[in-house]
């Protein structure tokens, strides 16, 4: 579905708008895809994984700083 778009400057811009059956068809192939890639993750990724938040990332790289580690990129 296309929704226009009033621009500040004149003209309209086209807005994509998902149907009821674009996100069913979306959500199933992502959770397809999903349980195909995440095996393949590492386990020291935090970003967008289902389970995880970035509470996980900050308890982790606490954990880094208190085995000495000095310099943690997240």
């Given amino acids: 579905m296309r929704k226009e778009i009033p621009k500040p400057s004149g003209g309209v811009r086209l807005l994509g708008i998902p149907t009821v059956l674009d996100r069913l068809v979306q959500q199933a192939v992502a959770q397809v ?6 095996p393949t993750f ?4 935090f970003g967008f994984r ?3 938040s970035q509470h996980d ?6 954990k880094y700083v208190e085995d000495g ?5 997240a």
């Fill in 69 to 73: 580690c000095r310099h943690i990129v």
């Fill in 57 to 62: 990332v900050l308890k982790q790289a606490k």
């Fill in 33 to 38: 895809l999903q349980q195909i890639w995440e």
């Fill in 50 to 52: 289902p389970g995880r």
């Fill in 42 to 45: 590492s386990a020291n990724r």
